[in-house]
């Protein structure tokens, strides 16, 4: 039901499974097995997969912290974006990359939950995409230190906020792992 016109595929998104982002995060393991599941179904179903990865001060492009995890390898043909900030359209060719396969629908994984995941599936939603997150393919460190919750609180509550997301001729949906069907 997305609102893009001519993008009726779907594709897999995901976010940031880099070995420092994933380092330390609630259920590491466990989420990875999740987001490899989704990924082998992608595949398997011709489904466009794009892989996004995050650079700042602490996470120097290039930098053994800054590589795609072990369990996460991309094929040749499919496409890396590189982003910057939260949000991974903001200042990344992302918006071309979808555009060019066609799709206006996406199934989102990675991490982390309450920063990247968060800022993509909005930004997502606000250009038009339908949204399914993977309930249990994403992920986040312990920053109750900090002021937050405890990191398995910020999983539930973004699976909660986001199946009740709504908006004129958009979709957004939460699914497990086993559950993510690719049409």
């Not at 405890?150 to 986001?162: E, M, R």
Request: hydrophobic letters at 40%; glycine letters at 6%.
């Amino acid at each position: 039901m997305t609102t893009l016109e001519n993008r009726p595929r779907t594709g897999l998104l995901i976010i940031d499974a880099q070995r420092k982002v994933l380092d330390r995060t609630f259920q590491r393991d466990e989420a990875v097995a999740n987001m490899v599941i989704v990924l082998e179904r992608a595949r398997q179903n011709d489904i466009p997969v794009v892989w996004v990865q995050h650079s700042d001060e602490q996470l120097e492009k290039g930098s053994d912290d800054w590589r795609l995890i072990e369990e996460l390898r991309p094929l040749d043909s499919e496409a890396i974006v590189h982003k910057r900030y939260g949000d991974a359209f903001e200042d990344t060719d992302l918006e071309e990359v979808l555009e060019d396969s066609g799709v206006g629908s996406l199934v989102v994984a990675g991490a982390q939950s309450d920063e990247c995941i968060r800022s993509t599936i909005h930004g997502a939603f606000t250009r038009g995409y339908d949204v399914t997150l993977v309930a249990d393919a994403h992920t986040a460190e312990d920053l109750s230190e900090w002021g937050a919750p405890p990191p398995d609180k910020v999983i539930a509550h973004t699976n909660l906020y986001w199946s009740f997301q709504a908006a004129p001729g958009r979709t957004a949906a939460v699914t497990p792992a086993a559950e993510v069907e690719f049409a």
